[in-house]
């Protein structure tokens, strides 16, 4: 027995030395594979450098290989914000955008209370004033002659927090001309054509000029932020783009909204028709055409459509201001895109805005996720004073992904749920569902404060908004059964609680079940930052 038991010992007591010794051996290995490759990553970069500069004007050529920290390839809401955040925090910035004169949309002009708390978080709050920006203090839904009113739950915050309403194009000049006071951010007008990558890095950008001339600039890091058209995103995710629907617009001018400091929704048929001001003297009118085809504005068919099946269905306090911004003429239309975030992470460069994520704009919730995911890359790059370091500065910044789900994937879900329940549909437990959640919005209290919470960014649960959602379904399959129940009427309510499950779960999993709702098991959420010695 004691022969047995010496052996066992002496075996145990060698595989574990084996084992360690292994493991030390292994351990070598790596850390001299990752000394081999990140000195050939700097070599790789200084040789790439020295190629480009030997080509002549226009290119970068500091003694680190780099003139800039970070390029930016759009000086939209998100790139003109984020020029501003990061060039606040000593980096040396360089953004590259299209057309530097003011732009002219007719989306993009609503922020929610949510994304206010993110521009005074970055300091750009002053970006609304002087701009004619109108205070938005909840939202006004309308259904078959009835309608009742959603405050936002403002009591907690200062006098100052609500939503803001505006030209878009002013918003977004404001925050350009901000960023461009900060003597390390450079403003230039020119089209990106494409990345510059080597060996699987990206190592800056390629662009044209205003005056046609073909330049190189090189930064550590390339954030891509050129808007719901990019011709970017192909290369750093893959974009699963839908278009649900398109929105016609049109500037009410001089005319009153019902409720004043009030979005109005109207649930007509066959989807919402969206009020709200954006300046003291205009209110934008949106309304939604299923489908990615319209009727054509060139040939009178448009306005034909909106004067015989929309106006009717407009409140009657609105119905002259709208019919005469129709007769103006100056009809303006757009594709409602949606696109989860699904990046493909690439040393060197990375996704913002809607060029990375889209949802439907019912909810007008675009620049408060683009906001909060400036704020939270902002957090995660200050104790970094190096970012030369691509392949370490990928694998810490993994961590995005994850960071911003809360509020990300609470809006998008909220948004592409919201459009589905509240558009027209010949099936009646949809038509049931439709009814309920007028009629659960109605009800006040915590059945109204709860979602309007969710929709202005103020409460970024997504376990609430499922709680929420179905809280309606289940709101409507009671109204169903009461008093007396019947087979049919069962049989309605099973099917609507199928027809919500069908809504919401394959936006949830487009979203990501694990990083949505147990983002804490997710290994990037811990990684430090990297160390550059």
């Known amino acids: 027995m004691e022969m047995i038991l010496d052996n066992y010992i002496v075996g145990t007591f060698l595989v574990s030395l084996l084992a360690f010794l292994f493991l030390f051996i292994l351990r070598r290995y790596n850390n001299n594979d990752n000394n081999t490759r990140k000195k050939r990553f700097e070599k790789g970069y200084s040789r790439e450098f020295k190629i480009q500069t030997g080509a002549g004007k226009g290119e970068c050529s500091p003694g680190n290989g780099y003139g800039d920290d970070v390029i930016i390839v759009g000086a939209g809401v998100a790139g003109a914000a984020l020029a501003y955040t990061l060039g606040k925090d000593g980096r040396r910035v360089h953004v590259i955008e299209r057309d530097l004169t003011e732009p002219d949309r007719i989306v993009g002009e609503l922020l929610q209370p949510g994304g206010y708390l993110k521009l005074v978080e970055l300091g750009l709050e002053d970006c609304v004033e002087d701009i004619d920006a109108q205070r938005v203090l909840g939202y006004a839904l309308f259904k078959d002659g009835r309608n009742t009113k959603l405050s936002y739950p403002l009591e907690k915050f200062q006098a100052d927090v609500s939503g803001r309403s505006f030209h878009n194009g002013r918003f977004i000049q404001r925050m350009r001309e901000k960023a461009a006071t900060l003597p390390n951010v450079k403003l230039e007008q020119g089209t990106v054509t494409s990345l510059l990558e080597e060996k699987g890095t990206i190592i800056g950008a390629q662009y044209k000029t205003k005056d046609g001339e073909e330049l190189r600039a090189y930064a550590p890091l390339t954030i891509v932020c050129d808007g719901c058209f990019s011709n970017l995103r192909r290369s750093l995710c893959n974009p699963k783009i839908d278009v649900p629907s398109c929105f016609v617009g ?152 994850t960071l911003r789900k809360p ?32 009629d659960y919005l109605s009800l006040g209290g915590v059945f109204s404060t709860g979602p309007v919470a969710l929709l202005s960014g103020l409460n970024p649960r997504p376990l609430s908004l499922v709680l929420h959602f179905f809280a309606v379904a289940i709101y409507g399959v009671g109204r169903l059964l009461l008093p007396f129940p019947s087979f049919q009427r069962m049989w309605i309510g099973a099917r609507l609680i199928s027809s919500a499950s069908g809504i919401i779960f394959p936006i949830i999993q487009a979203e990501g079940v694990r990083q949505m709702f147990f983002p804490a098991t997710v290994p990037a959420v811990y990684r430090a930052p990297p160390v550059v010695n």
Request: glycine share 6%; aromatic share 6%.
């Open 407 to 438: 509020v990300a994937s609470t809006i998008n879900t909220l948004a592409g749920a919201l459009y589905k329940v509240f558009s027209a549909s010949p099936d009646e437990a949809r038509k049931e569902m439709r009814q309920a959640c007028f």
């Open 250 to 401: 049109l500037v009410l001018e001089n005319c009153e909204l019902p409720f004043s400091n009030h979005g109005h929704v109207i649930l007509s048929d066959p989807s919402p028709i969206l009020f709200y001001p954006i300046s003291s003297t205009e209110v934008r009118c949106l309304v939604d055409v299923p489908g990615k085809k319209v009727p054509s504005v060139a040939n009178g068919e448009m306005a034909n459509h909106l004067k015989t099946v929309v106006a009717q269905q407009v409140p009657p306090e609105l119905r002259d201001a709208f019919i005469a911004a129709v007769d103006k003429g100056n009809i303006r239309t757009m594709p409602n895109r949606s696109m989860p975030a699904d990046p493909h992470p690439t040393p060197g460069a990375l996704l913002m805005g809607d060029a990375f994520n889209m949802r439907h704009p019912l909810t007008g919730g675009g620049m408060t996720v683009a906001l909060s995911d400036i704020v939270v890359l902002r957090d995660l790059l200050r104790p970094l004073h190096n970012l030369h370091d691509a392949a370490s500065l990928t694998s810490y910044l993994e961590s995005f992904y």
